[in-house]
């Protein structure tokens, strides 16, 4: 599993005037937490933010989170919990950013990858893809940055759902036996007389 590593400093003001400033010198304000960890406000540089927080969604990364507190520097093992955008000039507003311990499992999200080519697509079918990211549970070491799915198997009308998934050392979290992807048969082709009614339906209206 990849890993990055960003810089941050603990903010000493929490108000809105300071929060600003910060933003207008290039900063990003954050809060980082945990379990057994003290919650800190911080702050990193905005460039650096937007390159990690890019590859975070592309795929799962760990981020090695260096906080300076008190002249010391407190290194953690750290995951992106959520990265607040401005909705017109798509700049980051604030993150939260939560520390991972390597002997307690973790639940993230993981993209769904599907490889193969189904036969159901030659025959004229349609491949759709259900559920795009999957809700697993797995030891930090063990987390995948994408879950593959074959669908060289899939004829029109077959489907994988998420019993069907087995990955070692991953528990999947799920109430329902849910369809992640699935081989519709083609939409039949309307006959000419009909298609002629409605167009003449269309053009009264």
């Given amino acids: 599993m990849e890993q990055l590593s960003m810089n941050a400093k603990v903010r ?3 108000t809105k005037g300071e929060l600003k400033r910060l933003r207008e010198k290039g900063y990003t304000p ?11 406000p911080i702050y990193v540089d905005t460039s650096t933010l937007i390159r990690v927080a890019r590859k975070a969604r592309e795929s799962n990364v760990f981020i090695d989170l ?30 939260d950013i939560y520390s991972v311990k390597t002997g307690e499992e973790i639940e993230v999200e993981v993209p769904v990858v599907l490889t193969g080519s189904a036969p159901g697509v030659k025959k004229g079918g349609l491949l759709q893809l ?9 030891l930090p070491k063990y ?15 077959d489907a994988v759902h998420i019993k069907d ?19 519709v048969p083609p939409e039949k082709e309307k006959p000419e007389e009909e298609e002629a009614e409605e167009e003449i339906e269309e053009s009264e209206e």
């Fill in 12 to 14: 000493d003001k929490m």
């Fill in 30 to 40: 954050g809060i980082f937490y945990g379990r057994d960890e003290e919650n800190l």
């Fill in 66 to 95: 260096i906080i300076e507190k008190g002249g010391e520097q407190l290194k953690k093992l750290c995951l992106f919990k959520e990265v607040n955008y401005h909705p017109l000039k798509r700049v980051p507003l604030h993150f």
């Fill in 130 to 138: 259900i559920r795009r990211e999957l809700t697993i549970r797995c």
């Fill in 143 to 157: 987390m995948p940055e994408k879950i593959e799915i074959d669908v060289s198997n899939l004829d029109i009308g």
């Fill in 165 to 183: 998934l087995n990955v070692e050392n991953v528990k999947f979290i799920y109430d329902t036996n849910f369809t992640i992807v699935t081989v």
